[in-house]
């Protein structure tokens, strides 16, 4: 009990104090406004999560955080001045710098924060990988550039001193870092005209450099070869070869020569005729591209005809499987009219020499 009439008469003799209540009424009043805040962004947060809309989710979950410590920044920092008020004025200044780049600091992780929760957003919606990495990784630079020329500027620094020294200094690093600012640069490219993005299967006919995209960044780009074995690329390399983009063909092409015995030379024609009128029909076939079956060449143990046709599956695994068949089929037709596949052979004439009498 002796405690207790200690502890009121403590306070009633600081709470006396004008200054003294000043500051612990804005201290009250901020930890009642932190907690309705948090409050109130937990109901939203629970009515929002049942929309098919995820851009509220992304804007709440973002702005949880620097909300709650703003607020106590700006009752902290009204305290503070309260106190600088009554014992020093050069403080408050101080005070007022501080709070305005706090202020700075926290806009920027909330836009920060913000620009990554939209892009897990797109990107789970099914946008395309590629276009908006990079549309959040130069939004994120943007963002981080403003807020360091706000900073300086509240500092009292010259930003066109700065911008000045960083374009004389801006010529001396791209002659130094030349191969990186071309790397940078290449990615740049790369991002705007788009010749492949993640997940793309892509080749050089130039270099040895076969396999699929993992990841594009801003120097290098990570391939994943067919043997499985990460391969690191400059962005610079991308304009200086050709590049070919296999995951955006339309078609596989089937191109095959077959040969027959010269003895079977006189049912090349229907052989020919029959094998067109396969291929016509076929259901892995498509109709809509050229298709050519024709006797092509005398051959040194074989007459030839050719196949010219394309499928309509791109995918690699099928592809083989549609080839096989067909394939297979064009063997049954030239059996079925008693021909024979040619391989290569020798036929030897022995002259007959008569003895000498």
Excluded: C
């Amino acid at each position: 009990m002796n405690t207790l009439e200690e502890l009121v008469a403590f306070s009633s003799v600081w709470l006396s104090d004008p200054l003294v209540a000043s500051v612990f009424g804005i201290v009250l009043a901020t930890a009642f406004l932190s907690y309705a805040s948090r409050r109130t962004l937990l109901i939203l947060m629970a009515r929002v999560t049942q929309t098919q809309n995820p851009w509220d989710d992304a804007l709440l979950r973002t702005i949880r955080t620097p909300l709650n410590v703003l607020i106590w920044i700006i009752g902290l920092s009204l305290a503070a001045e309260l106190v600088a008020e009554a014992r020093s004025q050069s403080q408050i200044e101080i005070i007022g710098i501080v709070r305005y780049l706090a202020f700075i600091g926290l806009v920027t992780l909330f836009l920060a924060r913000l620009i990554r929760e939209l892009e897990a957003a797109y990107l789970s919606s099914g946008g395309d990988e590629t276009t908006v990495t990079a549309i959040a990784k130069l939004v994120r630079i943007s963002v981080f550039i403003t807020a360091a020329l706000m900073a300086m500027q509240t500092l009292g620094l010259s930003i066109s001193g700065v911008l000045t020294f960083g374009g004389i200094g801006g010529i001396a690093v791209g002659f130094a870092a030349k191969d990186l600012l071309a790397n940078f640069f290449g990615g740049l490219v790369i991002y705007l005209d788009r010749p492949f993005k993640v997940g793309d299967w892509i080749r050089s006919p130039d270099r040895d450099i076969e396999g699929t995209v993992i990841r594009i960044g801003w120097r290098l780009t990570e391939i994943r070869t067919f043997s499985q074995r990460p391969l690191y690329i400059p962005n610079s390399m991308f304009s200086t070869i050709s590049l070919e983009n296999p995951s955006r063909m339309l078609n596989r092409r089937i191109f095959e020569t077959i040969g027959v015995r010269y003895s079977d030379l006189s049912k090349m024609q229907s052989i020919v005729a029959d094998v067109h009128a396969l291929l016509s029909k076929h259901e892995d076939v498509d109709q809509n591209k050229t298709l050519i079956v024709n006797f092509d060449a005398f051959n040194a143990s074989s007459v030839d005809f050719f196949i010219y046709t394309f499928t309509k599956t791109i995918n690699w695994v099928e592809y083989h499987g549609v080839k096989q068949k067909i394939l297979l089929e064009i063997a049954d037709i030239i059996a079925g009219h008693g021909a024979e596949i040619a391989f290569p052979t020798s036929t030897i004439h022995l002259e007959t020499v008569q003895p000498e009498s």
